[in-house]
Nanobody, 122 residues
């Protein structure tokens, strides 16, 4: 059974950093493609970053140069390092798997975690 558990969210000031983790079970992350998405109330869930099996990333334009997606195969965990955070980055962040490699399209992913909240104050 696929299970994804996000952690690492919290409240930070503008310019701060957070590292999100997504612990996976029921499958091996190195065999699947994964991504990070975020959602604010009343808005569609949007893709933030995705990683291919060879480690190549894709990023949404607004986070390029600030966010880094990575995975630790030994820990079966996906990460999202977020630097230079802005208030507009505030959202619930979700990890997802079972989708096309490198895609930032929400509807392509079949399995989701419960999310972790990120709040950035100005």
């Amino acid at each position: 059974q696929v299970r994804l558990v996000e952690s690492g969210g919290g409240s930070v000031q503008s310019g701060g950093s957070l590292r999100l983790s997504c612990a996976a079970s029921g499958f091996i992350v190195s065999n699947y493609c994964m991504g990070w998405f975020r959602q604010t109330p009343g808005k569609e869930r949007e893709g933030v970053a995705a990683i291919r099996r060879d480690g190549r990333p894709s990023y949404e334009d607004s986070v390029k140069g600030r966010f880094t997606i990575s995975q630790d195969n030994a820990k079966n965990t996906l990460y999202l390092q977020m630097n230079s955070l802005k208030p507009e980055d505030s959202a619930m962040y979700y990890c997802a798997t079972d989708g096309p490699c490198g895609s930032l399209v929400r509807s392509y992913y079949a399995s989701w975690g419960q999310g972790t909240q990120v709040t950035v104050s100005s």
